[in-house]
């Protein structure tokens, strides 16, 4: 095999994902730990001199203790080389994480042991169901009060309708935590306090036979154990392999990320269930990363201004197949032409390291001269497939927005049209007004806050937002449709996307149907292309 291929063979790309405050940020830390990225982790939230999140690199990120956006992040462990696509918790961020879980090739989805699955977890479930990407199930915060863990599991299975399989299993929970019994080891692995998680301490082995079991975890703790044991023997899936990589079984594990208890456990049994890059689907067929040598890549991601000093534009790619070399010339399937590929780096969150080489499963930035959109695919390949493309969500929220100081126009449009094309907003503007206002849509609320904010301490530029009464848009499906014949209802609007493609935007879903029925023909669409 060759040193491409075996490379690739290393490679495992995931995301985690969760409800927010179910620990996400802290597990993502913790294995940072493990892979010798960071010395102490740093927390989320606490006094303003602590230490942010290593994944919150945006000022908001960090004034608010959220995540917004997805971060990216590569160690190195035990002779596998580890990419992590850490996304926002938040739902109004969730387009975001939408994009993101198209990069990765299975997913972590986090637990909080008192409250059992959340709305948000559903919600990005449903994401990975779509795609049948491997999840796994990592229950934290054991080291609190939990519920009772048979409710935990059956909460997933019922919630989320897939089946489960601990693969350990905890010993108490809340100050009664002492560690996690290992199923198929017959092991218990009783942890020492880490003070707070902050280095890794050590982990103390013993059999569930051996008598000092008794000793170190009370009578009490094991009879409550075996019969717990004996119980989750009888009920519960077995392991199969291959129900996992299908993403219809879901392997379940017990710890506490703040405490380090269960992490370690829970990556090493991770990256033994975890296949190398998976093949994607293009417009020519499926691309396996073992059988196909050219390079080849798409964009998930565009972020503006991670660094402040040089107001620069990087655009994220998976890499699908092949060797990617710093500066390669590539083709642009969507552009129609080759592109060099400069300053290619890999993320710790905000700090970056240029790199001379990547390789399929690897995710990487690339300096975005303003050339690329999200779901572009680069290739080396001479046959120029295209990958699937990413849909474009539609908004549930619309606000007009106007700026303070009309002398600023052109920072304004700069850095309204640079945010859109994040993917984080969407912009549109009135249909043949002749006005130049600006109409912007976002999945969640919040994403005004964080436009308001960007434009203020990005472009130097303040708006104004007024709220509008939409909740439904549709794409016009058939563009041969004249615009200014369809017959809508009263609470109907025209608008026009960046692409100048014709929307339509109404306050109540009847209108839709009403619509529809009083122009023959015409085909709307919930989905943008993009």
Not at 167 to 196: C, H, M
Not at 253 to 274: D, P, W
Not at 469 to 494: A, Q, V
Request: charged share 30%; aromatic share 8%; hydrophobic share 40%.
């Amino acid at each position: 095999m060759s040193d491409i291929k075996n490379e690739i063979k290393k490679r495992r790309t995931f995301a985690i994902i969760s409800h927010p405050d179910a620990g996400k940020t802290t597990l993502t830390e913790k294995f940072l730990l493990y892979g010798g990225v960071i010395n102490t982790a740093g927390s989320v939230k606490g006094k303003a001199t602590a230490k942010h999140a290593v994944s919150d690199w945006m000022e908001i990120e960090k004034e608010r203790g959220i995540s917004v956006t997805s971060s990216v992040l590569q160690f190195n462990y035990d002779g596998y080389c580890i990419n992590i696509l850490d996304t926002p918790g938040h739902q109004d961020f969730s387009e975001d994480t939408y994009r993101t879980l198209m990069a990765a090739d299975s997913a972590v989805m986090v637990i909080d042991a008192s409250k059992g699955v959340e709305a948000q977890t559903r919600k990005l479930f449903k994401v990975c169901a779509m795609r049948h990407i491997p999840v796994f199930t990592f229950i934290n915060k054991m080291d609190r009060d939990a519920k009772d863990t048979f409710d935990l599991l059956d909460d997933i299975e019922k919630e989320l309708g897939i089946p489960t399989c601990p693969v350990n299993w905890p010993i108490g929970s809340g100050k009664a935590f002492k560690g996690v019994y290992d199923r198929k080891q017959r092991e218990v692995d009783l942890f020492s306090d880490t003070r707070k998680g902050t280095s890794m301490g050590d982990v103390k082995k013993v059999s569930i036979d051996d008598p000092e079991v008794d000793g170190l975890i009370g009578t009490e703790a094991k009879g409550v154990l075996e019969d717990e044991i004996e119980l989750l023997d009888g009920a519960s899936a077995e392991f199969d392999q291959d129900l996992v990589d299908k993403g219809e079984l879901s392997p379940v594990f017990f710890g506490s990320a703040l405490t380090n208890f269960g992490v370690e456990t829970f990556l090493q049994h991770f990256l033994s269930m975890t296949t190398s890059p998976l093949p994607r689907m293009s417009d020519h067929g499926e691309i396996d990363p073992m059988t196909e040598d050219d390079f080849s890549a798409f964009v998930f991601k565009i972020q503006a201004n991670m660094n402040k000093a040089h107001r620069d534009r990087i655009a994220f790619m998976r890499i699908c197949s092949g060797e990617f070399d710093a500066g390669m010339t590539v083709w642009h399937v969507q552009g129609q032409k080759e592109v060099r590929l400069s300053q290619p780096q890999q993320m710790m969150a905000s700090e970056r390291k240029i790199i001379d080489r990547a390789y399929g499963g690897d995710i990487i930035g690339v300096f975005d001269p303003g050339i690329f959109s999200i779901g572009d695919t680069l290739t080396t390949s001479k046959d120029k497939f295209a990958y699937e493309g990413i849909p474009t969500f539609a908004p549930e929220h619309f606000a007009r927005v106007r700026q303070v100081d009309t002398m600023k126009r052109k920072q304004f449009v700069k850095g309204i049209n640079q945010i859109a094309q994040e993917g984080a907003i969407q912009i549109f503007q009135e249909y043949n007004t002749g006005m130049e206002e600006i109409i912007v849509g976002v999945v969640g609320v919040l994403q005004f806050d964080v436009l308001k904010y960007r434009l203020k301490n990005e472009y130097n530029v303040e708006i104004i937002l007024e709220n509008l009464p939409y909740e439904h848009i549709r794409w016009i499906e058939n563009t041969e449709i004249d615009l200014d014949h369809i017959s809508g209802t009263s609470d109907m609007k025209k608008i026009k996307d960046l692409k100048d493609r014709p929307l339509l935007l109404f306050i109540h879903e009847w209108s839709i149907r009403m619509t529809l029925e009083r122009n023959e023909g015409l085909v709307l669409s919930e989905f943008g292309r993009s």
